[in-house]
């Protein structure tokens, strides 16, 4: 039996390098990020300091925390950290 994993295709990604604000602990804590990219179910942002991350957040592209998305962390390699959105 092939053991070969299905992999299904990733949405299309937008280039963006836009400023945006993550936002967790319930709005209390905030960081400054740059979203690199976006799809209709994730995004990859860029954080000075990634190791404050908690496994969920939300990112949003004003400092209000009551706007953006809900956001899990997905993979993390340097300053890039890979999201998945959630509800």
Do not use: Y
């Amino acid at each position: 039996m092939d053991a070969e994993i299905e992999r299904k295709p990733r949405d299309p990604r937008k280039s963006l390098r836009h400023s945006g604000w993550i936002t967790f602990e319930g709005g209390f804590a905030t960081r400054q990020c740059i979203v690199e990219d976006l799809s209709a179910t994730g995004a990859k942002v860029i954080i000075d300091d990634p190791t404050v991350l908690p496994a969920s957040f939300r990112v949003a592209f004003a400092r209000d925390a009551r706007t953006g998305r809900n956001c899990e962390v997905v993979w993390r390699r340097g300053k890039s950290v890979g999201v998945k959105f959630v509800r």
